[in-house]
């Protein structure tokens, strides 16, 4: 059984910088893709961001292109969110996915889910 423990939320003030941790065990991690996801208050759930297995390959949602990095050490079964020129629309609880498939975790059809951690930006 996999488990996702996300860290590294908080309050941070608009323009600034967040990095979100998310420890993987249970499985293998190279052999999962996985993702982040957010919800704010009042809204769906949404698609933020996934990696390959291997981490050759990124995805982002357009909200956040250019605005954030995702990345995994596959040493460490650890994938990371790197979130920068923050915007209080960017407020939410913020979750790790994993699957073996990415086509399941774009889509939010995952098998796996962290807690989730909240982030904060005030304006």
């Known amino acids: 059984q996999v488990q996702l423990q996300e860290s590294g939320g908080g309050l941070v003030q608009a323009g600034g910088s967040l990095r979100l941790s998310c420890a993987f065990s249970?499985?293998?991690?190279?052999?999962?893709?996985m993702g982040w996801f957010r919800q704010a208050p009042g809204k769906e759930h949404e698609f933020v961001a996934a990696?390959?297995?291997?981490?050759?390959?990124?995805y982002y949602a357009d909200s956040m292109k250019g605005r954030c990095i995702i990345s995994r050490d596959n040493t460490k079964n650890t994938a990371y969110l790197q979130m920068n020129s923050l915007k209080p629309e960017d407020t939410a609880i913020y979750f790790c996915?994993?699957?073996?498939?990415?086509?399941?975790?774009?889509?939010?059809?995952?098998?796996?889910w962290g807690q989730g951690t909240q982030v904060t930006v005030s304006s």
């Open positions: 990696i390959s297995w291997s981490g050759g390959g990124t």
């Open positions: 996915t994993s699957d073996p498939s990415l086509g399941a975790i774009m889509k939010g059809e995952s098998d796996y």
């Open positions: 249970g499985r293998p991690f190279s052999s999962y893709t």
